[in-house]
Structures are given as C-alpha cells and as structure tokens.
C-alpha cells in the first residue's frame, strides 16, 4: 500500500526552525518527485516546494523562498522540509504528496500541524 | 504566477442534482488542470487529471471539461458523500497554483 506520513510539526516561535519528515512506504520513492503543500487554518491550499526525483532540481514559492530548504534521502525514502525563520502567517497543515509525470498528486499524506506563536 | 479562479465560492443543491464548478486560469494551461476533493481533516484526493481523465476508483459521476483558460468540473448525480471542498490546480507552470475553492454543501 503506497503511502505518505509526515512528522515534525508542532508549536515554535517566531523566528525558530522547525523540520519536517515525510516517510515513504509501498512504492520506489526514487522514482517520483515530491512536493510539500500547506494549508492554513480555514484556508485554501498553498503549494511550497517541489524537488525532482533525484534531487537535481527544487523549486520554491515566493513566500517561502530563503528560508525553506526541501531536500530528500532516497536511500531512507524519506522527504524534508527545513523551515528557519518561521512567522505566524507559516502556521499551517504541511501535507507531502507525489506527482505523477510532474502535472498532478496521486498520493498525499495525512498532514502534519505547524503552528507559529510566542 | 498563474492565477486560478474558481466559481461559485459555495453552492447547495439536492441529492441527484447535476452540480457545476468552473476553474478560470489567467493564461493558457493546455489541459494541465486537475480537480480534487477535500473532506474536513482530510487530506485532497485526485478527482480529474488532466482535465478530462478520471482517476482510478473516482466514480463516473465525476467529469472535467475543458482547454486553454477554462475548465468545468461537473458532477452529473449528487450525492451525500460529495459534501465537500472542491478545488482545482494547474501544473502548467512552477509555481503549481491552486483556485480558492468550492464549497458543495447537500439541501
């Protein structure tokens, strides 16, 4: 059964880091490029970063760009997002999901809370 | 940036009503443009890829139509389970955007 599960979030301060984990199971994770989507409370859905396949190449949403870092272990099958200097309009569910030939998600996983406050 | 619009914001119909969304983008997408589901607490789910092609195990109440800037989500027969949010996504171009959401709500 091909799944997704993201760890790391949590309550941190303005101004911290924080990372996120999203560990792969019941497919060849190498294979695939993977995306990190937020969606703030009562809001819509907010694509962050994208990272292909094998690492080569990430991209980033305006918003975050400087201070998010996607990055991947495929040897772990496991996908990151390191977020420094976090503000309180990055207070969000962070979902991972896969792409299928870079145009759209098969699979996501259940989401894990960050919540940004002093 | 692509900017997508959908509309309505929120609708409520009866069981077995047809139901249309519409997805606007502001520059042509082709036909990368995907549709999907969101239940509260839930993950999104792939509804439509494509445009037009129905995800596996999605039942065939559910279709897409449309190219260039303008596309349609329809759901031919509504039904209680599709009490949900409802948003669509381009993959034409990084950054992938997605519209602000349909809220379908049952009578």
Known sequence: QEQLAESGGGVVQPGRSLRLSCAASGFTFSNYGMHWVRQAPGKGLEWVAVIYYDGSKKYYADSVKGRFTISRDNSENTLYLQMNSLRAEDTAVYYCARDISSRWYDCWGQGTLVTVSS | ?107
């Open chain 2, 1 to 107: 940036d692509i900017q997508m619009t959908q509309s309505p914001s929120s609708l409520s119909a009866s069981v077995g009503d047809r139901v249309t969304i519409t997805c606007r983008a502001s520059q042509s997408i082709s036909s990368y443009l995907n549709w999907y589901q969101q239940k509260p607490g839930k993950a999104p789910k792939v509804l439509i890829y494509a445009a037009s092609s129905l995800q596996s195990g999605v039942p065939s109440r559910f279709s897409g139509s449309g190219s260039g800037t303008d596309f349609t989500l329809t759901i031919s027969s509504l039904q209680p389970e599709d009490s949900a949010t409802y948003y669509c996504q381009q993959s034409h171009s990084t950054p992938w955007t997605f519209g602000q959401g349909t809220k379908v709500e049952i009578k």
